[in-house]
């Protein structure tokens, strides 16, 4: 059988070595070649960047639902922590209602537990009440959609428990629902002891 000659069919794609073949592509030709590429992908790259740029999934990834900022989300937990701190002043069980997980649980700082029907019960009934509530060093700090709130209170007041007036530290954690609400879904606090002095 008559051999193929590579310069006849020099066209013809192949990935298989002919024997006696030579490259047909000058050393100018594939710098050509090589910079042509490097301009392709280049151009990709930045049709990829661009604002309306969809990818095969048919998503705008530049274009997506902004996150929100964590100072925004901040002044949200501010926000339900003042109103925390209103239903507590004025008895509002509504407010405390909208607020709390119904699976809540404090400890109080006499170490008990308390579910979120005790809390508005007492609350309702007048047992649990204030005269005074002042916070202060509150710090807020957040891991996806749970937040982690302490702070400093000042008291004057009551609860089921008997007299309550002092400074307490508490942790108050809250959670955002599926339907995006952040509900408080633990709380505890401790009485703040003055350090003591060493004879």
């Known amino acids: 059988m008559k ?26 030709i594939s710098r050509r070649g090589a ?20 990818n095969a999934q048919g998503q705008n990834r530049a274009a997506g639902q902004p ?16 109103k925390w701190r209103l ?7 509504a407010a405390m209602d909208s607020l709390l997980a119904d699976d809540y649980m404090a400890i109080t700082a006499s170490g008990t537990l308390q579910t979120k029907a005790q809390s508005l019960e007492n609350l309702r009934s007048g047992r649990m009440h204030f005269t005074s509530l002042e916070i202060a060093d509150r710090k807020v700090r957040f891991y996806g959609t749970t937040a982690l709130v302490t702070s400093l209170a000042t008291v004057q007041g009551a609860t089921a428990e008997g007299p309550m007036e002092g400074s307490f530290r508490y942790t108050r954690v809250y959670v955002k629902d599926p339907s995006g609400m952040w509900k408080i879904v633990s709380f ?12």
């Open 35 to 54: 910079v042509g590429f490097t301009l392709v992908a280049s151009l990709l790259m930045a049709v990829c960047a661009l604002p309306g740029f969809v």
């Open 3 to 28: 051999p193929i000659d590579p310069e006849t069919h020099s066209g013809l794609p192949s990935d298989t070595p002919m024997p006696g073949a030579t490259d047909n592509f000058s050393p100018a």
């Open 188 to 199: 505890e606090a401790s009485p703040v002891r003055e350090p003591v002095e060493h004879k």
């Open 67 to 82: 996150k929100e900022k964590k100072h925004e989300i901040r002044h949200e937990i501010d926000q339900l922590e003042e």
């Open 87 to 93: 239903a507590i002043l004025k008895g509002d069980t």
